[in-house]
């Protein structure tokens, strides 16, 4: 990464005040799924018994649903009938936080995706082309604080020229990106001013591609490129299981138009978001919506792959990514401790902790703490060789440092569920212990402790001096 992921998040929080206004085709998604336990006897099909269905937006509507997902200002204008499937968009949108301005329609389009044993095995669509929102947007746009627009043009009629156009020329005068995608290219002229997001195919098949002066192409699992006049940037993806593609080309599209032009983030961070954002939309069996904290999970993960290093992280960032873990509804487990020598106690305990939840958090103590307690011959390893020599055990999932005598300050920032110690603090005064909902002790290993293993080298050393 260009920037370090302080920077990054300290974005990812600043955009929530951003206004964005989408515009385009609403379409609603319907999964069924069920199980085949019959065949019809007349015509020898696989009868299947609907058991599950699960709505989400699609098209635009799902466009604005992932921009919602990250800042707190999304307003979508289309198009949907006043049918039960209309109805349910608009309880969507309403879930989402999405600001539906919608304009009548005679029918909604639904794109229903059925599915048996997590197998997609057929799709029907209920199709329904519209008149395009032109006449509406002259008098509605004007009325809207803007920091972004995008316009999804997904061929069902909401979008034309003169919507193009409209739109356009309200942005060139507020100064104002736009980023335009469509599933045909070529059908209107786009002019130098939006920026274009589209797939490889749309890109291939659009006879005026070399014109267009900045574009974002996505290429699945190959990653995503961004061109211009002045600058070229490609990054690949993580080789992953696509468990559902649909909708993700939805999902880079909103992280592109929320952080291109971002002051701290550059092409390369952002094509790495965009990339991050569509692995999780892929890994997904319905269509899905990015959430910031799914977002942040999933940049440190990276990080820390590149380098295990990443691992050792300051009180602020620490609150940051916790946060994430805790939204994700994931159990944060806790320890602190000097780690002078590592040994095979330490180890066992660490592997005993993470037992007790889904990530282990570990504080160390620093240097001139660990001398107030222990003595000025203490510690035999400086701080950084401790917490670099723990960042590199696959068990633990953070490391942290603090300069008190005891980890009350960083137990009351991160909140951990569970709080782990030696079996030996249990005949102790635990002052750490009222800060936390729940203390598990574990079983220590006979002899592994530090002071014990000084003692061991000392006696070594003087009978080698001998």
């Given amino acids: 990464m260009d920037n370090s992921i302080n920077e990054i998040l300290n974005v990812l929080g600043n955009i929530r005040n951003k206004h964005v206004i989408v515009i385009g085709d609403i379409l609603l998604d319907e999964y069924i799924y069920g199980m085949v336990n019959k065949v019809s006897t007349g015509i020898q099909i696989p009868i299947i018994d609907k058991e599950i269905v699960e709505y989400r937006l699609g098209g635009a509507a799902n466009v604005a649903a992932n921009v919602a997902g990250l800042c707190n200002h999304t307003t979508l204008i289309g198009r949907c009938a006043k049918d039960d499937s209309g109805n349910r968009v608009k309880q969507l949108c309403e879930l989402y936080h999405v600001k539906l301005m919608d304009f009548e329609s005679e029918k909604t389009v639904v794109k229903q995706r059925i599915y048996v044993d997590n197998q997609q095995v057929s799709r029907l669509d209920t199709n329904a082309f519209s008149k395009s929102v032109a006449k509406e947007l002259k008098t509605v746009l004007s009325d809207y604080k803007v920091d972004v627009v995008i316009i999804a043009d997904y061929l069902y009629g909401v979008v034309s020229q003169k919507v193009l156009d409209i739109t ?20 209107f002229v786009i002019g130098g001013y939006p920026i274009v ?20 192409i996505t290429k699945g699992n190959e990653g995503i490129s961004f ?75 990276h990080w820390i792959n590149d380098d295990s290093i990443n691992k050792i992280v300051d009180i602020s960032l620490a609150q940051d990514i916790v946060s994430a873990w805790k939204q994700k509804k994931e159990k944060i487990v806790f320890t602190n401790g000097c780690y002078d020598l590592l040994h095979l106690g330490h180890i066992k305990s660490f592997q005993y902790s993470k037992k007790f939840g889904d990530k282990l958090v570990v504080a160390v103590n620093s ?5 107030r307690l222990k003595g000025n011959g203490r510690p035999i390893n400086n701080l950084e060789e401790r917490v670099s020599t723990l960042a590199y055990l696959s068990m633990i999932d953070m490391v942290i440092y603090f300069e008190e005598d005891t980890a009350i300050n960083v137990i009351k920032a991160i909140g951990p569920d569970t709080y782990v110690k030696g079996e030996e603090y249990k005949s102790k005064a635990l002052l750490e212990a009222e800060y936390v909902k729940k203390v598990e002790y574990v079983p220590m290993i006979e002899g592994t402790s530090t002071t014990q293993l000084i003692k061991k080298i000392a006696r070594a050393v003087e009978v080698d001096g001998q």
């Fill in 168 to 187: 356009t020329s309200f942005c060139k005068e507020k100064s104002v990106p736009i980023f335009y995608t469509s599933r045909d290219l070529g059908r």
């Fill in 197 to 216: 997001v589209a797939n490889q195919k749309e890109w291939n098949l659009w006879n005026q591609s070399d014109d267009c002066p900045r574009a974002f």
């Fill in 227 to 301: 061109l211009s006049k002045t600058k070229k940037a490609e990054k690949k993806a993580s080789k992953k299981y696509s468990v559902n593609v649909s909708g993700a080309g939805d999902t880079v599209l909103a992280i592109i138009s929320l952080l291109y032009g971002e002051k701290y983030i550059s092409i390369d961070d952002l094509l790495l978001l965009a990339n991050l954002a569509g692995e999780l939309a892929v890994e997904n069996k319905l269509t899905y919506v990015v959430r910031q904290f799914d977002l942040v999970d999933a940049l440190y993960k």
């Fill in 367 to 371: 240097d001139s703490s660990i001398k």
